[in-house]
């Protein structure tokens, strides 16, 4: 690979807290290291229809405690055919853009792998999802943020639950992962979690109902992923009503909360590595690897595991939650 001399830089999918000072540390590094920087606006469909400026240090000036991303965010459907691939590939030639960074979660980066197959294009990728569920990285941008707006909400929820005898289900984000779910049952003291990576394995609502869920308490709160493996809580809630009638069950869906709101130190300390990472793995000549974190020291995690290896769930918290829980 040649040198260098201007990188574009995008967000795709879903937002996530973090993603700004993401942005801002692989703007600044680059500009450290002599490099261009052109920010692409809404993901991969600004690529392809040249939603394009030149950004200087003073465009990420005041952004690191700001949620979303000032780059904005869009799914795109053209992007995944060739042809527009193709098109994408013409603006970065015009754009004179030499390599990529793209912050994004598991689509996003599925996106990155293929278009850099396909041209033979230099891609860093950046883990920027609350569901922490990239392989190869202990933790993605937005998940402690994520974690915490969980805490808070099933706190005030549990005011509320501790005043009437009910089953609360509360869903959470997750759609193919239960790490928001499980953790954040942990952080909040909750009687389980149900999540879809050992939903196959045993029939967790049934094993809550048959264990007592109640025993000596006078409300009991679960965490539900909304992956379609579990049904989600509404699903779980109407099991209830049909197959243990004794109980009364409410259900609460933070939703999209889980995504907004100001990045934790954890979160803005990581984006702020990981983008920095991501120049010098350029400089270093690399490509087509996501920048993650294990063991608190930085690694290069190939696309091909990144995004196609399932990152697995701590059996132990499992069974910390289940002792936690009487």
Not at 163 to 190: P, Q, Y
């Amino acid at each position: 690979m040649g040198t260098v001399k201007c990188i574009g830089i995008l967000t795709s999918g879903g937002d996530a807290p973090g993603m700004n000072a993401a942005i801002r540390a692989v703007t600044r590094s680059a500009i450290y290291n002599g490099i261009e920087v052109k920010g692409i606006y809404h993901g991969y469909r600004g690529l392809i229809s040249g939603e394009i400026k030149p950004f200087k240090t003073e465009n990420v000036s005041n952004i690191i405690q700001q949620g979303g991303t000032i780059l904005k965010t869009a799914r795109c459907k053209e992007f995944q055919t060739p042809e527009g691939r193709q098109l994408a590939y013409e603006t970065l030639r015009n754009e004179g853009i030499d390599a990529l960074v793209v912050i994004g979660g598991d689509g996003s980066l599925t996106g990155a792998r293929i278009f850099a197959q396909e041209f033979d294009y230099p891609i860093i990728g950046l883990p920027g999802t609350i569901d922490n569920d990239l392989y190869g990285t202990d933790l993605t941008i937005g998940y402690d943020t994520a974690l915490n707006t969980i805490m808070e909400a099933v706190d005030k929820i549990r005011d509320t639950a501790s005043s009437h005898e009910r089953l609360f289900f509360i869903e959470v984000m997750g759609r193919d992962a239960g790490f928001l779910a499980l953790n954040g049952a942990i952080a909040t003291g909750c009687e389980a979690a149900i999540i879809p990576e050992i939903y196959t394995e045993i029939d967790q609502l049934k094993e809550l109902v048959e264990n007592g869920f109640r025993k000596s308490k006078n409300s009991s709160i679960v965490l539900v992923a909304e992956s379609p493996t579990t049904g989600g809580a509404m699903q779980l809630a109407e099991r209830v009503k049909n197959e243990y009638p004794q109980y009364d069950v409410r259900v609460t869906i933070l939703g999209h909360i889980q995504r907004g709101g100001s990045p934790s130190a954890q979160d803005r300390i990581l984006a702020s590595r990981l983008g920095a990472a991501a120049i010098d793995a350029l400089l270093e000549g690399q490509r087509n690897v996501m920048v993650g974190i294990r063991n608190d020291e930085i690694v290069y995690v190939p696309f091909s595991k990144a995004v196609k290896q399932d990152k697995p769930i701590n059996r132990e918290l499992l069974d910390t939650l289940r002792r936690l829980s009487i």
